[in-house]
């Protein structure tokens, strides 16, 4: 029972960073109904920037520096690869755009920070802590904190202030939004910055309890693209349950059935979901009228 209740709170910390990650395309799909399939290199940048500006600075003064990072790496995926092919009118051109920034993203990081795995030093105690009998590491804590903080601090800057109500009002409907004088395009650059800094964010999170290196982003985006299916593009709830599903799925699996067979049950439920429920377990349909 004792392993059972680590392998769940491992899960959960595994999974917050995907739910993350996939809280990032929800923010993009809102608002343009594109998504940003370089959004794992964009967590992979903010892990090694904040490595490079932690050197320096400490982990407290880095975080500032990473977030204004995401904000500008997600703006530039937006001007160059998204909105010149919402311009062109090519349906999927915002497909290919974003997949191949997020290849020069990562041929970048190889050539500036090298191949080879880096450590990420933690800022808190790598001792574990002991709970009713279950341990987990103070940084795991911090992962499942910060995202929830996260992702609450986005909410609540839609809800309250002027500017995340326009994105609200964008996501709701862009045409009006235009006709009621709200700059959609703005709001569009906004969201993928948004979504990006995000990213960053999760990246210095997971940086202490993962390998840092150009690679690490690659997988965890593709993971975090499938707990945004399974939860549902348009649910804030579901990307978080999605997460948390997929973490605690992957643990169970790579203890008592086999480590090789780690990401075989998400794919087996994401290929249920789109199978079943195409609008994802917590997701909406949405229907329109012609």
Same mark, same amino acid.
């Not at 003064?61 to 909105?83: D, H, N, T």
């Not at 202490?208 to 499938?226: H, I, N, S, W």
């Not at 799925?249 to 290929?271: A, N």
């Given at each position: 029972?004792? /392993? *059972?209740?680590?392998? +769940?709170?491992?899960?959960?910390?595994?999974?917050?960073?995907?739910?993350?990650?996939?809280?990032?395309? %929800?923010?993009?799909?809102?608002?343009?109904?594109?998504?940003?399939?370089?959004?794992?290199?964009?967590?992979?940048?903010?892990?090694?920037?904040?490595? &490079?500006?932690? %050197?320096? *600075?400490?982990? $407290?003064?880095?975080?500032?520096?990473?977030?204004?990072?995401?904000?500008?790496?997600?703006? +530039?995926?937006?001007?160059?690869?998204?909105? %010149?092919?919402?311009?062109?009118? &090519?349906?999927?051109?915002?497909?290919?755009?974003?997949? !191949?920034?997020? /290849?020069?993203?990562?041929?970048?990081?190889?050539?500036?920070?090298?191949?080879?795995?880096?450590?990420? =030093?933690?800022?808190?105690?790598?001792?574990?802590?002991? *709970?009713?009998?279950?341990?987990?590491?103070?940084?795991?804590? !911090? +992962?499942?904190?910060?995202?929830?903080?996260?992702?609450?601090?986005?909410?609540?800057?839609?809800?309250?202030?002027?500017?995340?109500?326009?994105?609200?009002?964008?996501? !709701?409907?862009?045409?009006?939004?235009?006709?009621?004088?709200?700059? @959609?395009?703005?709001?569009?650059?906004? &969201?993928?910055?948004?979504?990006?800094?995000?990213?960053?964010?999760?990246?210095?999170?997971?940086? =202490?309890?993962?390998?840092?290196?150009?690679?690490?982003?690659?997988?965890?985006?593709?993971?975090?693209?499938?707990?945004?299916?399974?939860?549902?593009?348009?649910?804030?709830?579901? $990307?978080?349950?999605?997460?948390?599903?997929?973490?605690?799925?992957?643990?169970?699996?790579?203890?008592?059935?086999?480590?090789?067979? @780690?990401?075989? =049950?998400?794919?087996?439920?994401?290929?249920?979901?789109?199978?079943?429920? =195409?609008?994802?377990?917590?997701?909406?349909?949405?229907?329109?009228? +012609?």
């Amino acid at each position: 029972m004792e /392993i *059972l209740a680590q392998l +769940v709170v491992s899960g959960i910390a595994v999974g917050m960073i995907y739910a993350v990650i996939a809280f990032g395309y %929800q923010l993009t799909f809102a608002t343009s109904k594109t998504l940003n399939f370089g959004q794992g290199e964009a967590l992979m940048l903010g892990a090694l920037v904040g490595l &490079s500006l932690t %050197q320096w *600075l400490g982990f $407290v003064f880095m975080l500032p520096l990473v977030i204004l990072f995401g904000l500008c790496q997600g703006a +530039v995926v937006e001007w160059l690869g998204v909105r %010149q092919s919402m311009r062109a009118k &090519s349906e999927f051109g915002w497909i290919m755009a974003t997949i !191949a920034l997020g /290849i020069i993203f990562r041929n970048l990081a190889e050539n500036v920070w090298g191949r080879d795995e880096l450590k990420f =030093p933690s800022p808190l105690p790598e001792e574990p802590l002991s *709970l009713l009998g279950v341990n987990m590491l103070p940084m795991e804590v !911090a +992962v499942v904190v910060g995202a929830l903080a996260m992702m609450l601090a986005v909410e609540l800057f839609n809800r309250r202030s002027i500017y995340g109500k326009a994105v609200v009002a964008a996501s !709701a409907d862009r045409d009006a939004a235009g006709l009621m004088g709200i700059n @959609t395009n703005l709001v569009i650059t906004f &969201s993928y910055a948004l979504s990006s800094a995000t990213a960053a964010i999760a990246g210095v999170l997971v940086g =202490p309890l993962k390998p840092v290196g150009a690679t690490m982003g690659a997988v965890l985006g593709l993971k975090a693209f499938a707990v945004a299916i399974i939860g549902g593009l348009s649910s804030g709830f579901g $990307v978080i349950a999605g997460g948390l599903i997929l973490g605690i799925v992957e643990k169970l699996t790579g203890f008592y059935i086999d480590s090789g067979y @780690t990401d075989v =049950p998400g794919l087996l439920l994401l290929l249920l979901v789109l199978a079943f429920k =195409p609008a994802g377990l917590f997701g909406k349909t949405a229907i329109k009228k +012609v």
